[in-house]
């Protein structure tokens, strides 16, 4: 697949659903930071310099030996896309909104399955991602890894026998990596569970975040939960303790949607059931009351209430409805009330298509 | 009051976001503002950790974080110019060198961050050298003890020759 494929196309390997746990654990990520030895870090990169690191990483991908190892990845210059095309990248999670500043410097390098992808110039010079469907932290280490391996077979990174990789920043340094699941925990809000589960995961060296709109409630029920140290503790161990974490996490989510099932029954099926009207009637829907719908809908099929509906589906809505790519399916700008017409239509669409396959 | 992301326009809009209970409110330019808002789950924005970051600068440096810097005394790397000055306002290092010239500094810095001063991860395949095989040979031998003491013996012979052999190979450099 194309970066033109990649940017035409809602869907990603990440959103499939089939991974395991797939019912509460969307997506894992994991990213690491490097930098290339001798040159300042992108933020006092001059341009020429800049178009350096961009032009060695080229030189690195179109590598034989990389090539064999890797298969095929292409690098694509963040100014040779338009700004609709960059922001579908950020929508589908491939790049990080950094990445958009300042974007004549930056760059992309995608594999064709746009599972593995390195952001070139973003705060480091180097950043490597793996994004996979539900909790498969393992095989994004070690995909990450041997994308790192490739990359260092022909970049000097720059690397301290003490510190380990170095970067910009010195919440990154040691090992560079950010590990995270998102977690879809509707169960746990709903049973008002939730600030003090997320507030001991914090006790034990982790970070839980989750997008807060105006209320307190976090949109579409997402969290998600990484690493915070960096230094001193070797890769795996980061990620086991992440592991051991999210099992528990899924565990207590289990139980919370059981206990509802069992206690809260028909105030549980309405709530899915209005979730589940308003999405297939609605003729205008803002981003934040889909994002409240959908999470309530997801709950419904992962609880067997509604069962014509791919859970997928979901989470491919929650991408396709956000704003860039509507601009992109109606190949238009678009008001924010246009906005909102259109994603209300979208939905219908998209949901009755699903309905009668 | 200027926006607290990009130091550059007005800043016309609060933001506020809540994490790990508790809540942070932050005064944004409407683009910045925008963007911020724009992006879906999974990239959250990592502003709270370099406000963090330099919450702890301020203190450690004894440097104000934000508004013009006076005087900026102190260290300042040979290899890219970076003054602690800057580095305590902006959070970030300039390159690698930095490591070197601020190290004693950053030392408090990444015992709050992290808990400790010391990589004992992964390293690089090529360029990572003697280190590679000595924390190979860490392992190994760690693993050695735990075989001896589970009394798992065929593996501990296993063990101490792929020690022996790594041994050879440090010393043949
Ligand atoms: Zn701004
Ligand atoms: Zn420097």
Known sequence: MSIRETVNNPHSHWMDGTGPESDIVISSRVRVARNLAHLPFPHLLSREKAEDVIHAVQTAIENRVFREKMGKMELTRMNELTPVERQILVEKHLISPDLLEDFERKAVVLRDDEVLSVMVNEEDHLRLQCLLPGLQLNRAWELVSRLDDGLEATLDYAFDEKLGYLTACPTNVGTGLRASVMLHLPGLVMVNQIKGVLGTITKLGLTVRGLYGEGTEAKGNLFQVSNQVTLGQAEEDIIANLISVTRQLLGQERAAREALYRERREQLEDRVGRAYGLLKHARVMTSDEAMSLFSDLRLGIDMGIIKNIPAPLIIELMVLTRPAFLVKVTGKDLSPVERDIYRAQLIRKKLSAAQQS | ?173
């Not at chain 2, 950790?49 to 260290?75: I, R, S």
């Not at chain 2, 280190?131 to 798992?152: D, G, P």
């Open chain 2, 1 to 173: 009051m200027e926006c607290e992301r990009c130091h550059q326009r007005p800043a016309t809009v609060h933001l506020t976001e809540i994490i790990n209970n508790e809540k942070r409110t932050m005064r944004l330019c409407e683009q910045c503002a925008r963007e911020l808002q724009a992006q879906a789950m999974g990239f959250f924005p990592q502003i709270n950790l370099h406000n963090f970051l330099a919450g702890l600068l301020h203190n450690e440096f004894g440097f104000p974080t934000t508004g013009p810097t006076v005087a900026p005394a102190g260290a300042r790397c040979e290899a890219c110019g970076l003054t602690e000055a800057q580095f305590a306002r902006q959070g970030l290092l300039g390159c690698g060198e930095c490591y070197r010239y601020f190290g004693p500094r950053l030392e408090p810095v990444f015992r709050r961050i992290h808990g400790n001063t010391c990589h004992t991860g992964k390293v690089p395949e090529r360029t990572g050298g003697k280190v590679r095989v000595i924390n190979r040979l860490e392992r190994l031998k760690a693993q050695l003890r735990e075989a001896i003491s589970r009394e798992e013996f065929e593996r501990a012979a296993e063990l101490r020759d792929a020690i022996r052999e790594l041994e050879k190979e440090l010393q043949e450099g």
